[in-house]
């Protein structure tokens, strides 16, 4: 079983940059592919980017690829998103996940953060 908690959501103006961390407990973090979602008030969640096992290969959505990065440290048990060229629809709850499978779809993935806030202002 994993545990995830994420960090370093805030408030950040258009044109700016976050990096989230996602820490995980348990020794199994390396046996996950790890997903990073996001949901906005009145809207679905939605995929934002993935990363494999190894971190050898990543997929992204298209609203934010070329502007976020995903990546992972298996040392420390710990997935990043960094975030560039924040736009004020970047605005949501980002939620780190962890899978048995590469997947965009959020119903493939077994274990959630509590998520953290990114607000971009214009």
């Known amino acids: 079983q994993v545990q995830l908690v994420e960090s370093g959501g805030g408030l950040v103006q258009a044109g700016g940059s976050l990096r989230l961390s996602c820490a995980a407990s348990g020794r199994s973090f390396r046996s996950y592919a790890m997903g990073w979602f996001r949901q906005a008030p009145g809207k679905d969640r939605e995929f934002v980017a993935f990363?494999?096992?190894?971190?050898?290969?990543?997929n992204y959505a298209d609203s934010v690829k070329g502007r976020f990065t995903i990546s992972r440290d298996n040392a420390k048990n710990t997935v990043y998103l960094q975030m560039n060229s924040l736009k004020p629809e970047d605005t949501a709850v980002y939620y780190c996940?962890?899978?048995?499978?590469?997947?965009?779809?959020?119903?493939?993935?077994?274990?959630w953060g509590q998520g953290t806030q990114v607000t971009v202002s214009s």
């Open positions: 996940a962890g899978s048995g499978t590469w997947s965009e779809d959020p119903h493939d993935y077994d274990y």
């Open positions: 990363i494999t096992r190894s971190g050898g290969n990543t």
